[in-house]
């Protein structure tokens, strides 16, 4: 649920803090006072898009945050977790829009990206506003309903998953058959490349090592002299350093003998006398291997010329080199086993279309079974809303496959067969479900899309979300005007339809309605204020008494009547 909200410099409101409590949360005010930017203001906590326009004039940056309990939402505490965030009871949601449109999200105190601030929202809140009953005027968004009543997300991911390979299949089915031409025109070329390249057989890592092996044989009677004349000076020579050495150190001993402050000294004379005599050895012992090799020379030489005529003709690097003839040896590869490999993928194709049949045949008949449940579920809402002889049918069909239609493109191959029948598939199955109603004694059904009335639309909205309370696992429902084409004896039948939801869920309600209005557990009222200056919007939570009047206003209009106040205690005591 939301604890606490705070808005500061967005819109019309300059600063606003918040409590809202468990049940139902009613908002109230007059046309124009600013019910919307408070809705406006907690999208944006759900990872809404938002513009430097929302900053309030003179402002450097807007501010809304919430504060949501998490305790119990394991997805939520996943979330967290995932996204290396503390997990805790408390989520605090903060987003903060700059005057010049830059955009930045919080959880807990940590930045994360919008993507983030939308997942976790839409697992905390299910937000519907005036535009979000014209959803169930687009028949697509009507599997996605029926789909939540039923609520097994596992079938429909196991499909999902399944489709997603039967697709992934068949890009690659036509991404060879696009390649066919092109491999068989250019096959002789990769041929003749391969062949030119393996001649030479280059290895990864060998440039460095000829490299090195030339530099020693271009250099070796440097080398070779060099080592002779340290070899005379340090060891062999008369005198050498390693004589001087030793008579220095016996000289050192001497006169030790005589003072003990020479024993130091002594002992370094002796390690240089040994560090040049190991010196002189490995000096010698180099000396004794430096090649003359004139013929390796040019075998060398020969060598990094035919490599670096590869690398200029495939790449400029070695590395470049192999890797395009890992390429063409793949592509030549493919070439020559093109028919082998399509079998491979039809086989695979053939297979992964039984999983994904089955399932998609698993999917219509768990919808089927649901529909039935649904259709009784909204009739009884639609009862206590006042639409008492409504009909109402979830109709599931499926479209045969067209002949042809799987030789075009990818997406269309990706049907599944049930039987000897084929039907065209999508991500959501191979069903197409669309609402119908009737609202009227002795009229068929026909699409809810095209007989439903302003007033019907949204109280069907209200009877969806109330058949589907007891499985949304969502703990905040926010209704933006539920109540649209709504009025009277029909106005308190859909307040009590948002109480039964509120003893569910936590239920915030804008409403213009004094009959939903008198439900309130808990009432706030938008208020506009000017000071002759500025246009400042505020939201107070009212006391028993200001509940009483803000009901009688919306019952008689501005000016409230003793009368008017009566009417208000006598609605609020009816819940």
Not at 134 to 148: G, V
Not at 157 to 174: A, E, N, P, T, W
Not at 206 to 224: D, M, V
Not at 506 to 515: G, W
Request: hydrophobic share 40%; with cysteine.
């Amino acid at each position: 649920m939301l604890h606490s909200l705070y808005i500061k410099n967005y819109a019309l409101i300059e600063e606003i803090s918040v409590e809202f409590e468990r049940g139902l949360n009613i908002i109230t005010g007059e046309t124009g006072a600013g019910k919307s930017i408070l809705i406006d203001a907690l999208s944006l906590l759900l990872g809404e898009r938002a513009s430097a326009d929302v900053v309030r004039k003179g402002a450097e940056k807007a501010i809304v945050e919430g504060k949501f309990d998490a305790a119990g939402m394991p997805k939520i505490q996943s979330l967290l977790k995932d996204n290396d965030i503390e997990p805790s009871e408390e989520m605090i949601v903060r987003r903060e829009i700059s005057a010049k449109g830059q955009s930045r999200c919080f959880i807990n105190d940590s930045p994360v990206p919008l993507a983030l601030l939308k997942e976790a929202g839409d697992v905390l809140v299910d937000l519907h506003g005036q535009h979000d009953h014209q959803a169930l005027l687009r028949p697509e968004t009507h599997i996605d309903f029926l789909d939540d009543f039923g609520g097994d997300e596992r079938l429909l991911s196991d499909y999902r998953q399944s489709y997603k390979k039967l697709s992934d299949l068949f890009s690659r089915k036509h991404d060879l058959r696009e390649q066919e031409h092109r491999l068989k025109e250019k096959k002789d070329l990769y041929e003749f490349q391969m062949k030119e390249i393996d001649s030479v057989n280059p290895q990864l890592g060998e440039e460095e090592t000829l490299e090195s092996e030339l530099k020693l044989l271009e250099n070796a009677e440097k080398l070779f002299e060099l080592t002779s004349q340290l070899s005379q000076l340090l060891y062999e020579g008369e005198p050498s350093v390693h004589d001087n050495l030793v008579l220095a150190w016996k000289q050192i001993e001497t006169l030790r003998e005589i003072d003990s402050v020479f024993a130091n000294a002594s002992g370094e004379a002796k390690s240089a006398e040994i560090i040049v005599e190991e010196l002189s050895k490995f000096i010698h012992s180099y000396n004794a291997k430096i090649e003359f090799n004139p013929e390796k020379l040019e075998q060398i030489r020969e060598r990094l010329g035919q490599l670096s005529l590869l690398k200029k003709k495939y790449g400029g690097t070695l590395e470049s080199l192999l890797e395009h003839r890992l390429k063409i040896g793949n592509e030549f590869s493919l070439a020559e086993n093109f028919e082998k490999e399509l079998a491979a993928i039809e086989s695979a194709i053939s297979e992964e279309r039984k999983v994904c049949s089955a399932l998609a045949q698993q999917l219509t008949d768990k919808r089927r079974g649901t529909a039935k449940k649904i259709e009784k579920s909204i009739i009884a809402s639609l009862a206590d809303l006042g639409i008492t002889n409504a009909k109402f049918s979830a109709s599931i069909s499926n479209v045969p496959l067209s002949a042809g239609a799987n030789n075009g493109n990818a997406a269309a191959d990706t049907f599944v067969k049930i039987g000897k029948d084929c039907f065209e598939a999508t991500v959501k199955g191979i069903d197409v479900v669309e609402f119908f109603i009737s609202t009227n004694v002795g009229e068929d059904v026909k699409p809810l899309a095209k007989v439903a009335s302003g007033g019907e639309i949204s109280r069907v909205m209200l009877a969806l979300k109330s058949a589907l309370a007891a499985s949304d696992k969502v703990p905040l429902l926010i209704f933006d005007e539920i109540d649209v084409g709504v009025s009277g004896r029909l106005g308190q039948a859909v307040g009590l339809s948002l109480k039964k939801l509120a003893a569910l869920h936590q239920v915030i309600a804008i409403t213009h309605l004094p009959q939903i209005a008198g439900l309130a557990d808990t009432h706030f009222a938008v208020e506009k204020i000017e000071d002759g200056k500025r246009t400042t919007t505020r939201l107070r939570r009212l006391d028993v008494e200001e509940r009483v009047h803000e009901v009688a206003k919306l019952m008689s209009g501005e000016k409230v009547t003793e009368a008017g106040l009566k009417s208000a205690r006598e609605l609020m005591e009816k819940k």
